[in-house]
């Protein structure tokens, strides 16, 4: 009877815990060091689900803006920030543009059949498709494309190849493999130099909303170049916007022009889906690894995304296959893993999430970085401070430190350290909320609000009172500081202290 009272009392406690918020005012402690982003949809866009996925190990939260309607995604940004407020967690927000996406029209009977040697044609004139014709969204089709580029319909369930165009509307294509085409699919051109602009009128639409709303990211769908980039980073600065702006890799130009990419962007994702279909599928693994290994040079964070727990839409465990491929990622030195229909249409979001945080846990055992921490680089304009950054994760990794803490207003000391992947904690604070939400895509890094800013000792004290009052440092614990001094001039990283908890 005693120890059923005991597990009573344990279930209320738990019960209350999450339910109030005096117990739960603090900072969720850091389960492993990559993070987990999830794309919110109808099975996941409810404030209770939102919390359920948070609770489960969630850190940022994707819009997807191919989906939904800016009054949808109004009620999920705030819920998000309620969530922030009542339980302290910090969740980031990454608003994701559409770009211009290849699609056919609508099909008679929604599906045609179709063989190898048939000869199709597809305009920009709006019609329902048939044998005769078929109609693609892409206007500049014909004028882009020449004889003898492949077309893949459906990621490549269906290839085709350019038998003539008239560079105006009408061209005429030979089936090479398909068996059925249907209404609305995707359409790649791994051949063709598309002149769509990355930013469509829809994109401009969006983002119009985006920049009313407090997104921490906003994803550049179908990105070609750096131009693609700076583009963006001048609409969202021309509005005094914080966001920060991530360059999706989904196109063989991105792949040949990915370090002025990542140089131009504060963060990758690895899209795998239409790059897999784009490029030649043997290559996808190692160029995944090529990137993942240039972001943390540069220190920008990296997302791999697309299927990672696919068979977990409707599957209460994922296969052995996803298994190795989130371990595998995590290995690789990713930031962060997205998942997409796993958490927006899935039967079970947080079993999704739970099953991932027990694979990263896991693969996390045997993480390895040597050989591939960044160094200073003597011609950047930042030098000083990457110095102080770099050396201070390895005076960590060096002498056995538990954590590092630093200060961060710009978000720059955390991105540092962060890409470093030291063996410790690292404990980032900061005076503004929507950095918060930011850093939290970041490898490793714990976020925390303050506000208080004295003299450099006092305020150290202070921080670190404040992660021994959450069980997170405790007395003899060695430590590694980061700041800029003077304290109130919020100056660049310029001071490295390490010292032991007291």
Known sequence: ????????????????????????????????????VATVGPASHSYESLLALAQSGVHIFRLNFSHGTHDGHRSVIESIQKLNREYDFHLGILADLQGPKLRIGKMENEEMNIKPG?????????CVGNLEKIYMSYEQFAEDVEPGEKV???????VLEVL?????????????????????????????????????????????????QPVNW???SFVRSADDIIDLRKRVEARHHEAK??????????????????????AIMIARGDLAVELPMEKLPGIQKEIINLCMQWARPVIVATQMMESMIHNPSPTRAEITDVANAV???ADALMLSAETAVGDHPPKVIEAMNKIIIEAEKTFSVKGRRPTPNSKSRTFLSDVICFNAAKTAVDVGAQAI????????????????????????????????GTMNLLWGVQCFEYKKYTTTDETFEDITNILKTQNLLKHGDLIVQTASMPIDRRLRTNMLKVCHVD
């Open 245 to 266: 702006i991530l360059a999706k890799i989904e196109k063989p130009e991105a792949v040949r022009r990915i370090k002025k990419i990542i140089k131009a962007s504060n």
């Open 218 to 220: 906003i994803a550049l």
């Open 405 to 436: 803490l630093g200060l961060t207003i710009s978000g720059y000391t955390a991105f540092k350290i962060s890409s470093y992947r030291p063996d410790c904690k690292i404990y980032i604070f900061s005076e503004r909320s929507l950095m918060l």
């Open 118 to 126: 048939d000869v199709l044609t597809f305009t920009n004139e709006k």
């Open 152 to 158: 893949l319909v459906d990621d490549g369930k269906i």
């Open 1 to 36: 009877m005693r120890l059923k009272k005991i597990f009573k009392i344990a279930s209320l406690y738990s019960a209350f815990r999450f339910d109030n918020n005096y117990f739960f005012n603090m900072v969720p402690r850091l389960k492993h060091n990559t993070k987990i």
């Open 331 to 333: 290995l690789d030195g």
């Open 164 to 212: 003539e165009t008239n560079k105006k509307d009408n061209v005429k294509l030979k089936v090479l493999f398909g068996s059925v085409i249907s209404s609305n699919k995707g359409v790649n051109l791994p051949d063709t130099k598309v002149s769509l602009p990355c930013l469509t009128e829809k994109d401009l639409a969006d983002l119009d909303f985006i920049l009313t």
